[in-house]
């Protein structure tokens, strides 16, 4: 092959590889969705793997740590803990991001039906960190 057309070739296969790249919005809620899988997986290591290291919950105290802790103990509190999230509302503004969305969460004892069951309207922060989006900030109100 001539060195011209390998490097049209080459430079095609580029293009077509960045146009291929998940949308950030996509990939903010992949990230809500795999955060759903560890909790209902009760795997809090895989839930924390989105947030960042400088985390700021609803209360400024709220830190990363009470985080953290606050996902162990609804494990040990719920055999069973559900999620369902409903339509996340995505803005971007460059490296930053907001999501929002409407979440119930339940927990009990794998009954048939939950012992315990609350509403809460989430808005998160998210920001870019090697190229990947994470969680920077949560506030969430309980309907």
Same mark, same amino acid.
Request: proline content about 3%.
């Given at each position: 092959?001539?060195p011209?057309?390998?490097f ?8 077509? *590889?960045? !146009?291929s790249?998940t %949308? ?6 992949n990230a809500? *969705?795999?955060?759903e ?6 795997? %809090? ?5 989105y ?5 700021? &919950?609803?209360?400024s105290?709220?830190?990363r740590? *009470?985080?953290?802790n606050?996902?162990?103990a609804?494990f040990?509190?719920?055999e ?6 409903? %339509? ?5 503004? &460059?490296?930053? *991001? ?6 119930t969460?339940?927990? &009990?004892?794998?009954?048939l039906?939950p ?15 090697? &190229?990947?989006?994470? !969680?920077?900030?949560?506030?969430w109100?309980?309907?």
């Amino acid at each position: 092959m001539r060195p011209a057309l390998r490097f049209a070739a080459a430079l095609a296969l580029l293009l077509l *590889a960045a !146009c291929s790249r998940t %949308p950030d919005e996509t990939r903010i809620r992949n990230a809500v *969705a795999a955060m759903e899988t560890a909790v209902e997986s009760r795997n %809090p290591r895989d839930f924390m793997a989105y947030v960042t290291e400088d985390f700021v &919950g609803s209360d400024s105290s709220f830190d990363r740590a *009470a985080l953290h802790n606050l996902l162990r103990a609804q494990f040990l509190r719920n055999e069973a803990v559900a999620v369902l999230i409903g %339509p996340i509302e995505v803005t971007l503004q &460059g490296d930053r *991001a907001t999501a929002s969305m409407t979440v119930t969460l339940t927990g &009990g004892d794998r009954g048939l039906l939950p012992e315990r069951g609350a509403i809460y309207e989430v808005e998160t922060g998210w920001k870019k960190v090697d &190229g990947d989006w994470r !969680c920077l900030t949560a506030r969430w109100q309980q309907r």
